[in-house]
């Protein structure tokens, strides 16, 4: 019989809104003006400065418009800055600002923690199955 409560896609949603709303509420604490959607660029940028608005929203598995609008804002707040691709135009390439390459060790630690904080008295064997499944899950969907 089919519960809600206990489907697969009800216990991913309310686990993703509890980490997203404790990842918010831990850069609100520390003063950071930025969000869970903000550090996933953020985090992009981290690995690989300068990307076009196309490749973040691949990674973040995103639509363009939406990536647009938040890195417009993301701009705005002196997180990141746009320069032009240097043979086309056309094409904006995004840039941590100083900044935020600055705070970049306590942007991570703050998401690390929420990791812990989510993971605390799993078993790290079981958690990375946990991770393995989710990899399946995303898999098997796409």
Request: some cysteine; charged content about 30%.
């Amino acid at each position: 019989m089919y519960k809600l409560d206990d489907s697969l896609g009800y216990k991913l949603f309310q686990s993703s809104r509890l980490m997203t709303n404790r990842l918010n509420q831990y850069f609100r604490l520390k003063g950071y003006p930025i969000t869970h959607e903000q550090w996933q660029v953020l985090s992009r940028l981290f690995d690989r400065d300068g990307q076009t608005q196309q490749s973040l929203a691949v990674l973040n598995e995103r639509d363009e418009p939406s990536v647009s609008r938040l890195v417009a804002n993301m701009e705005r707040s002196g997180l990141i800055v746009r320069r032009p691709h240097p043979s086309d135009k056309r094409i904006n390439l995004v840039f941590l600002s100083e900044e935020s390459k600055k705070l970049k060790e306590d942007y991570t630690a703050i998401a690390l923690q929420t990791i812990k904080d989510a993971s605390e008295g799993i078993d790290p064997d079981e958690f990375a199955q946990c991770m393995r499944t989710l990899d399946q899950i995303r898999r098997n969907l796409s």
